[in-house]
């Protein structure tokens, strides 16, 4: 697919965060795809959590099923974006920020500002060798105010997609 599409997706993404109240920021996998992170302050377990991601992973699916998917199997996934709910399931793991990839070439998972993505290459652009010298060019951390951020799932946003916070 498109790497456009992936870029895409991840800015429609936070626009629907947005509209919901959250903030998001964006950081490239070192792989084929971005993660957008939702920092929020614990409320709810972590079913209810996963429960709501998968319905706005599913309200994307439904939006464009040609573009889309979130269904794990890579069978069902050709030619798709995968929209992965589940890695907010509890004990399941994300690659963390300025970790490098077991892959060729070395990629790096780097946090990115949001008017970056256009100029974005490819999520594996950032690599061993020149991660330092992006590092170096930052005028500013692409994540700044994320540590700061408290912000919650409310009552409020469960309902609009059916979850039962209880």
């Known amino acids: ?29 070192g792989g084929k795809g971005l993660h957008v992170v939702v920092p929020i302050v614990p409320k709810y377990d972590w079913n209810v959590i996963k429960a709501f ?10 939006a464009a099923p040609h573009r889309y998917t979130a269904n794990m199997s890579k069978t069902k996934r050709v030619g798709k974006i995968y929209i992965d709910y589940v890695r907010n399931s509890r004990g399941a793991t994300a690659i963390a920020n300025y970790s490098t990839r077991a892959r060729s070439g070395a990629p790096v998972s780097v946090p990115l500002a949001w008017g970056e993505l256009p100029t974005l290459a490819r999520s594996d652009s950032y690599t061993v060798t020149n991660v330092l010298q992006r590092l170096k060019t930052l005028s500013h ?4 105010g994320f540590g700061q951020v408290k912000q919650r799932v409310t009552k409020n946003m469960l309902k609009i997609f059916g979850v039962d916070g209880n």
């Open 1 to 29: 697919m498109a790497w456009q599409w992936v870029i895409d997706a991840a800015l429609q993404l936070r626009q629907r965060l947005q509209e919901l109240g959250l903030e998001s920021w964006v950081k490239t996998t």
């Open 53 to 62: 991601t998968q319905a706005i992973a599913i309200e994307r699916v439904n």
């Open 141 to 144: 951390d692409p994540w700044e």
